[in-house]
Structure formats: structure tokens, C-alpha cells
């Protein structure tokens, strides 16, 4: 069973990647999706997968720090998806302009659920990540770079970059490991 929710782990940071990828082109494209807004549906498809993992990592102190944390970004992203789900479905840039300049103005809102709130995530999924490092280096490594980038570094496809090496790195922590099994 645990093999089953680490391929869903890894296919939901390939979500995470898919929304991340189509939020890219801009405003516009994301506002012209039909018949669903399919890059919010990804990333929302792709935090949820997450979830059954996060119980079956070892008990650790990081598991113990990193498993809220993560829980706690996964909420924000799921938050963030459904106020994206209205801006989606408002049927003009004016209207949308008037949303976002309403939930602006409450921090109770706007911080937890579009510009803090779903770094908790990529924070959660580091400290998960630690409790491998003597097992995988490399894939420690590649999701200790990939979370640095979210904070330290400011490119176009930033956070596309960032959830690919990330499913890498637990790629290569689940399936590179002769002791998958005690994982």
C-alpha cells in the first residue's frame, strides 16, 4: 500500500508541475480555458493527491514538524483555488479587478491564500525530505534546491522548475531505493 501512495505523491507534485506550466502563459490563456479552469483543477488534483502519503512517512522529528506544515500548505493551495475558481468565472477583467481588489484588503485572506500561505507547502515537502538523507542524497539534495529556489531566486517558470525537481527528488527517494519497503 505504501508504494501505492508514493507513485500518488509523486503524480501529484507532476500536478502541482501541469498547473504551474499553464498558469505560465498568462492571465488570459488561464481566463480562456473551457470548458474548466484546468490549470487550478491541476494544482487542486495535485495537493490532494498528496495527502495520503503525508501518514505514512516515518516517525521522525521531521515528520513530526514537516507533516503539519505541509497539511497546513496544502489548505492554502486548495484556498488559493477556489478564490482563482471565482476570478475564473467572472465574466469580465473589471469584475475581477473589483474581487481582487475587495479580498486584498483583507490580510485574513489574502496572505494565507495567495502570497504566503502555499510556500508552506514546498516547506513541508523539504522537511518530509529529510528524513531520507542518509538513504537518497541526491533526492534530499535536489528538493533542499528546489525549495531554496522558492525563496531565493525569481525566474518566469520559477515554480514550474520547482515541482519538477521536487517529484524528481522523491522519485528518486520512493523508487531508487533497494529499501522502497521500509520507506
Known sequence: MKTYYQILFVIGLLFESIGQILLSKGNN????LKPIDFAHWSLLLGAVLLIPQIGNFRKSIFTFIGAPII?????CIIGMCVLDFIWWSQPTQEIRNQFAGHISKFPSIWKPFITTGPNFLNVGLFLLALNY??????????ITIATFAVFFFSFSFKLILVYLITALGYGLIF???KRTNEL
Open 29 to 32: 490563456f488561464v481566463y480562456a
Open 133 to 142: 538523507f542518509k538513504q537518497n542524497k541526491v533526492g534530499v539534495l535536489l
Open 175 to 177: 523508487f531508487n531505493n
Open 71 to 75: 497539511l497546513v500548505g496544502i489548505t
